[in-house]
């Protein structure tokens, strides 16, 4: 089978092994934007340094296999299918909770799209909608904070405006992530699923700096011998800072979270924290307003 990876450009720049892994495997990977597609061209034209967002990079995929017969586009987060896929990561640490004769206080996942923390919370959303105490956390970077700063509201899931429109938190399909940000998590949008439950008042949100992160990062990593992905950082802080607050408190707790992935491939960014070259950065809202400006047209009131 043939790839075709269209990788944001600032991460093609800023985490090159993950390019170098993919060409190993026989995969072409390509910056966007780019000029291999009408929609890359045009970015690319009013903006040649543009660096690149999920939104850009999902719409010349769209436009190439809506372009070619026999190309099929693949999409591996943010749907509700993906997110439903993933909670087999929940149910296992359900029965492992079970085994040990535990049950957790708080459930901690980092959120960019939805498909990790759907993965590990949903499994217990029906207990919290029948009445549990358990949080659900979603932790997600101060740089892009879809959550907590977003509006729950219909937009499109890219900036050409051919994926479907989905009613979720976003920060504008034409956001684009700062380049300083160097921890991942850099999508516009939210899934549908964990959006109507942020929305309804079961998950519960939470935006962290990136240096917090790389900081907790770091603790984990000289402790437990794992270095994580700069993404699970997120919820290894927002764990860390639980488990804090329970100690000052004097009460015991039980606390789940999902370390996603390993940082193997993430070490450029980790060299820009250990060097002092990381800076935390807070998306301005004048600017998700600004973004926020060309929704689509649903007749419904926003």
């Known amino acids: 089978m043939k790839v075709h990876v269209y990788m944001v450009r600032v991460s093609h720049d800023q985490k090159p092994y993950r390019k170098f892994m993919m060409e190993t495997w026989g995969g072409t990977v390509t910056a966007s934007p780019s000029m291999l597609t009408r929609c890359g061209r045009e970015i690319l034209a009013a903006d040649p340094d543009n660096p690149g967002s999920l939104g850009i990079a999902i719409s010349e995929a769209v436009e190439e296999a809506a372009s070619n017969k026999g190309v099929n586009y693949s999409l591996g987060s943010v749907l509700n299918h993906v997110c439903l896929h993933q909670t087999i990561i929940g149910l296992e640490a359900r029965r492992q909770l079970e085994l040990a004769g535990d049950y957790p206080d708080v459930v901690i996942g980092c959120a960019g799209g939805g498909s990790n923390f759907a993965g590990i919370a949903v499994p217990f959303a029906r207990d919290k909608i029948n009445g549990s105490k358990v949080r659900l956390l979603a932790v997600e970077p101060a740089a892009c904070p879809t959550l907590t700063k977003g509006r729950f509201v219909y937009d499109y899931g890219d900036e050409a405006k051919m994926a479907p429109i989905m009613e979720m938190y976003t920060l504008g399909h034409t956001f684009i992530p700062p380049t300083i940000h160097a921890g991942g998590l850099r999508y516009h949008g939210m ?39 700069p993404e699970s950082s997120h919820a290894i802080r927002a764990a860390i800072d639980e488990a804090l607050k329970a100690k000052d408190e004097g009460r015991e707790t039980t606390i789940l979270f999902n370390l996603s992935g390993h940082g193997h491939f993430d070490m450029t960014s980790y060299d820009m924290y250990l060097s002092g070259k990381l800076d935390d950065y807070e998306y301005p809202r004048e600017l998700i307003d600004t973004a926020l400006h060309d929704l689509p047209n649903v007749g419904l009131p926003v």
Request: with cysteine.
């Open 191 to 229: 899934s549908p699923l964990v959006s109507l439950m942020h929305h309804e008042g079961i998950v519960d949100a939470v935006a962290v700096p990136q240096k917090g992160c790389f900081e907790a990062a770091i603790m984990f990593a000289r402790t437990e011998g794992i270095i994580p992905a």
